[in-house]
Every structure is written in C-alpha cells, then in structure tokens.
C-alpha cells in the first residue's frame, strides 16, 4: 500500500505539473485528473502484490479488496459528474442559459461617437503582425535571442486603440541565457498610424508564456490559484505602460459543467509576479479584455435560442437567432467592445441588427438594423474593385453620419494593404473606396449624399490651429500607397501628421528647418495637419 500511495503521489505531482488541471468540482479536467489516480493506485498496487490466486474469481475478489476505496472514488465521482451533467442540460435549463448575458436595447447614432477620418483604426490582426516582425528586424539587440508572439490584441492605451503584442524566447538556449534579465520589452502597434513603438524595460519580463519552468505564466498562476478555473490569459498594460498578465476567471453556474460565465480576473506584474484577484465589478478600469469574445458569442447564442425554450429552438424556431459567424472591436468609453452581427437561425446573408458587449465589464447593447451582414459586406466591398482580386479583411463598425457603417481594408495577394472601403450596413450597394481613408470617407460621404441619406457634409470640420517652429523631429510611414511624415517642433512632445502626395515640401524637410503648420485642434500625441508651408 505505502509502495502504491508513493507512486501514485508522484505520478499525481507530475501530471499536475504539466497539465495543470484545476482542483475544483466544475471543471471536468478535475474528474479526469481523480480518475487518472484511482487507476495508477490500483494497476500499482496489482503489480506489486503480484497473481497469487487458486482461480479468476479468487483474484478479482482479492483485487477488489485492494481496491476498494479507489473503485468507490471512481463510482462516487461518476455518479456525481453524471448528476451534474444532467442538471445543467440545455434541455432542462434552456431559459437559465438564455439570462447568462443580459441585453439592454440600445441607441447606435447617440452611444456610438462618429469618428474623423484621421481617428479610424486601419490594421486588423494579420497586418499588425507583420509591421509587428518588420519592426523586430530592425532590431539586433533584440531579434537574436526573441520572437514576436504570433496574436496582438487590442488594447486601449492612453486613449489611443493600439495592438499590443509581447516578445517570446526564442529557444530553450535562448531563455537560458536571458532568464536572469527576463524579456527586455514589448510592442505596440498604433492602428491609425500603423507606427511601431518598442516599449523598452527598467526590468524584464521574468513571467511569460514562454517561460518552461515555474514562471511559465499559466504554472505561477495555478500554483498560486490552485482552484480557479481560468478562460484565457491575456497580455496587458497599464497606463503607466507596466505589463501585466490578466487571467480571466470563470466558474460553471448552471449544473456542474454548464453555464460558464465570467467572475473576475487575476492581474499579475508580468516583471515582479504580483498578482491580485479582482471580482468582475471591481476590474481596473485600464484592463481592456476581461471577457472573452468567444464566450460572449456563446452566451448570446444561447441568448437568442433558448428565450423561448429548448423545444421552440429545435422545432418551431420562433424568433430564434444567432450570432453572424465573425466578430471585430469597437474603442469607446475607454473600453473595448466586441461587436457582432445578429442574424436568424435560418443562415440568410441579412442581420437583424448587432450587439455590442463591453469586454470589462460584460454590458451588452442590441441595436436593431435590418441589413447586410459582415460577410455580405466584405462581399460587396470586393464587388467594387474586382478587377484587382482584393480580399477584404473583417470589418469593424462604425458610425459615419449616424449611419452604422462596415470600414474594411482590402488586401492583395500578398497581404499588403492596397485600399480601403466602407459599406452601408442597412443599404450594403452603397459602397465606397479609397486609396486612403481619407478619400474613402469622403467618396462614401458623397454616395451618402447622393442617396439621399444625408443632406450635406456627415463629418463635420474640425476646429483649426496654426504654430511655427523649427523641425525638431521627422519619421514617415506608408500607408494606404501614400507616404505620411510625423513632423515635431522644438519644444513640443506632439507630431503633426502630413500627406506627402497632398504636400511634397514635406519631402525634403530638414532638421532645424522652420515651418508653419495648421493642424486639426484635437487630444492625443499625433495631430492632423491640414497645410504644411516652409519658411
């Protein structure tokens, strides 16, 4: 018995080393884990007191009786899990799965701020890692020894919607060399501006995913929680750009396995190891992504089924609907929203309308829309250009002159961003391109017109200033086929952005030239400049 207990001990610290299952009684992975024991305690303990029976019956008897608390374990535990299982059926819950997330109906053209052309978010998550490695070559301190983590999410960051992405070791050399400094830095993507900035570090990342030992960040939070059940981990910064670790915490309210939903989340100082567990209401408000998109598309999916019950789903059907089959982010309030469209079960290319879900602190708003969904969009933006062969990337929504509007970029073969496109949402043949997002908007703001939707100019001037100074500071960027110069004045800490195509003098600006710039008066650390005049 010691002999089967110890090795039992030590296959159970082991599995729980590399498989880190919660100990906790709504997660199935515990189930297994306890079954996983009971066998190893019993095909041990066979194998020590060896086959020493007259007959079969004489054996299994003398098993059983070696066995038997292990057997009960399994039996308790299988009577119990199956318990559970049945009490959290769809088919006996349908209208408690439906209240997992609740819905408010909600007013598009006054919750949703309109945006200048100069404030859209132009990357989507393939692009942002591509300038995302592209930055990283440039780097020989850093490319070496890291690489760029093939996910960015987006984040808000000092009210601007950044990507964020995180660096990994690039082998288990690699790490051993570095894992007394930890990871040096981190990037953020601007998605106005496509910059890349390289957030260096005081002190480096000691935990990361990519960390093989106890830092590895899903062992040090287990280790630390052994009884939480965690929905993600996802990568963070504060507003004073500290990194952190957020760990979305979740439990299973309906039965024992159904029902997950959301209760807090665990932040961990991604340098120190700091950690502290937040329920859902008490989140720091620069925490962006607490609720997964995934598990909010589940949770409205039961949402619209199961209002009317199991049966009504399976047969009738009656007012029954779905999430579309994509969802994209919105920055508003400072928080990020996960969008997606609303469409009935029956798989038409129409929506009903969407929802918007804030992934902090789980609100969600219903804005009725009868219209094109997302894929039907992408398709009509495709439509507009299709002697190229662009491929449009997954809109995100946006409201241009009270108008719920799909903003997509359209990519070549390649993957390069060639042009942009807008599509109205409940009139998807009113469709517009650019080459820019500012020719875009405007060419879409003329068809607007043009319909009869809008009566004149739907993006309003913005309010204008003017400063000179010598050029303290010059960068350039590529975007749209255009090349774009971030100029900033001595004495300032803001960059004022100019189109090259519209002002060429910007192309042989010098340090230490004096300029006079008008700009659009707004927030933030990249101003629209709208005229560029060299002294």
């Known amino acids: 018995m010691l002999i089967s207990l110890l090795v039992t001990a030590v296959f159970g610290l082991i599995y729980f080393y590399v498989k880190l299952p919660a100990i906790n009684m709504h997660t199935p992975e515990f189930y297994l884990f306890v079954y996983l024991l009971c066998i190893v305690y019993c095909g041990c303990n066979i194998f020590v007191t060896g086959f020493r029976a007259s007959s079969t019956k004489e054996y299994f008897k003398h098993l059983l009786k070696k066995c038997t608390i292990p057997v009960a374990v399994v039996v308790a535990f299988g009577v ?55 930055k990283m070559g440039e780097l020989s301190d850093l490319v070496s020894q890291f690489e760029v983590d093939a996910s960015s999410a987006q984040i808000n960051y000092q009210d601007r919607p950044v990507r964020a992405t995180y660096l990994n070791y690039g082998g288990l050399i690699k790490w051993w060399n570095n894992r007394s400094e930890g990871i040096p830095a981190y990037l953020l993507i601007d998605m106005v501006t496509q910059e890349v900035s390289v957030q260096r570090l005081e002190e480096g990342m000691k935990y990361s995913p990519s960390e093989p030992l106890n830092r590895n960040i899903d062992r ?6 052994p009884t939480k059940m965690f929905y993600g981990v996802n990568f963070e910064v504060d507003d004073d750009g500290t990194p952190y670790w957020c760990a979305t915490t979740v439990t299973n309210t309906i ?8 209760t807090g989340a665990v932040l961990v100082n991604a340098i120190t190891g700091e950690s502290r567990f937040y329920e859902i209401g008490e989140v720091p408000s620069w925490v962006d992504r607490v609720c997964s998109a ?76 009868a219209g ?24 995100i929504l946006l409201n241009i002159g009270d108008e719920p509007t799909y903003f997509m970029a359209l990519k070549d073969a390649s993957q390069l961003v060639k042009m942009y496109a807008m599509v109205n949402v409940s009139q998807y043949q009113i469709v517009a391109t650019g080459t820019t997002v500012e020719e875009c908007q405007e060419n879409y703001v003329a ?35 255009d090349t774009y110069y971030f100029i900033r004045l001595a004495d300032q800490t803001v960059y004022y952005l100019i189109n090259g195509r519209e002002y060429p003098v910007a192309t042989i600006l010098n340090i230490e030239d004096k300029v006079t710039i008008q700009y659009e008066v707004g927030e933030g650390e990249i101003l629209q400049g709208v005229s560029l005049e060299r002294k």
């Not at 609740?102 to 945006?115: N, R």
């Not at 969802?327 to 798989?347: E, K, L, P």
């Not at 997302?374 to 809109?395: H, I, L, W």
Request: with cysteine.
């Open 80 to 134: 119990i899990s199956a318990i559970g299982g049945l009490t959290g059926s769809v088919i006996f819950r349908a209208k408690t799965y439906a209240e997992l997330l609740p819905i408010d109906a909600g007013d598009f053209s006054a919750e949703v701020e309109e945006l200048q052309w100069n404030q859209i978010p132009m990357l989507d998550g393939d692009s942002a890692n591509t300038l995302a490695n592209k």
């Open 220 to 225: 040090y939070l287990r280790f630390r929680y």
């Open 255 to 262: 039965g024992l396995f159904g029902g997950t939903d959301v």
């Open 294 to 369: 995934n598990l909010i598309m589940e949770q409205y999916d039961y949402y619209g089924l199961y209002q009317e019950g199991f049966w009504n789903s399976v047969l009738g059907q009656t007012g029954c609907t779905k999430s579309t089959s994509g969802y994209n982010y919105i920055a508003m309030d400072d928080d990020v929203w996960v969008y997606t469209g609303v469409t009935s079960v029956g798989g038409d290319e129409s929506n009903l309308g969407f929802i918007l879900v804030n992934q902090r602190t789980k609100e969600a708003r219903y804005y009725a829309c």
């Open 372 to 395: 094109a969904n997302e894929r039907a969009g992408m398709n009509s933006a495709q439509g507009a250009v299709q002697q190229y062969s662009y491929q449009a990337t997954f809109p």
């Open 447 to 481: 068809q607007l017109i043009k319909s009869g939707i809008a009566e004149n100019e739907v993006a309003p001037s913005a309010e204008t200033a003017e400063v000179t100074g010598r050029v303290a500071e010059l960068r350039s960027a590529v975007m749209g086929g």
